[in-house]
């Protein structure tokens, strides 16, 4: 099957992505959904860098993906949610990691 590029803008930023011809659809609706869970996430104010607010997005999605509430973005590994203890003292743990990932190079990738 080939694939079909297609410029799709997610947080006012342009990328050229990559799908199975018929599958742009799809692609749309999961660009739709991360643009509107980070622009979320950017409009409560409390998180400037877009990586951060990439990786935050992306767990909400997955939470959401596997029917656990999605966890609300904080600035800080202290954020209460509706997690049971163990999953948010993990969610804390993971938070308090990436900080330091990202304060050490500034970059995840």
């Known amino acids: 099957m080939s694939n079909k590029q297609i410029d799709v803008q997610i947080m006012g930023q342009s990328y050229i992505l990559g799908c199975p011809v018929g599958g742009e659809e799809s692609l749309l609706t999961a660009?739709?959904?991360?643009d509107e869970a980070m622009c979320k996430i950017r409009d409560a104010g409390k998180i400037k860098a877009r990586d951060r607010i990439a990786v935050l997005a992306a767990l909400n999605l997955a939470f959401e993906q596997v029917?656990?509430?999605?966890?609300e973005a904080s600035t800080t590994p202290t954020s209460s949610t509706d997690?049971?203890?163990?999953?948010?003292?993990?969610?804390n743990q993971l938070l308090k990691r990436l900080?330091?990932?990202?304060?050490?190079d500034g970059q995840l990738l």
């Open 67 to 71: 029917g656990t509430p999605s966890v």
């Open 99 to 104: 900080d330091q990932v990202i304060e050490k």
């Open 83 to 91: 997690l049971p203890a163990d999953s948010q003292e993990r969610l």
């Open 31 to 34: 660009v739709r959904k991360v």
